[in-house]
Nanobody
Framework: QVQLVESGGGLVQAGGSLRLSCVAS????????MGWFRQAPGKEREFVAG????????YSVDSVKARFTISRDNTKNTVYLQMTSLKPEDTAVYSC?????????????????WGQGTQVTVSS
């Protein structure tokens, strides 16, 4: 069992930056691929970015590729999402998730554990 707790969300103006953090419980953090997803009101949860167990391989959707960076620190059981040049359309609840198998990082059904999420609101 893995518990994930996100933090770092908030209200920011368009063009601003935020860094989200997700801390995982347990000793096996480095054995999980990690992902960030987001869900805007009235929309389905969508993949934002993912990172492999050792942090070498990352993925992100085209809409955030030049603006968001995912990273992890396995010594701190933490995965980060650095968000820059934020846009109003980035407004959503952002959740991190852990995946034991890491076969298809962009597929939300592949993930085994989820955090509760943190709200990010970008004003225009």
């Amino acid at each position: 069992q893995v518990q994930l707790v996100e933090s770092g969300g908030g209200l920011v103006q368009a063009g601003g930056s935020l860094r989200l953090s997700c801390v995982a419980s347990g000793r096996a953090f480095s054995s999980y691929g990690m992902g960030w997803f987001r869900q805007a009101p009235g929309k389905e949860r969508e993949f934002v970015a993912g990172i492999s167990r050792n942090g070498i391989t990352t993925y992100s959707v085209d809409s955030v590729k030049a603006r968001f960076t995912i990273s992890r620190d396995n010594t701190k059981n933490t995965v980060y999402l650095q968000m820059t040049s934020l846009k109003p359309e980035d407004t959503a609840v952002y959740s991190c998730a852990a995946d034991r198998m890491w076969y298809r990082p962009s597929r939300r059904e592949e993930y085994d554990w989820w955090g509760q999420g943190t709200q990010v609101t970008v004003s225009s």
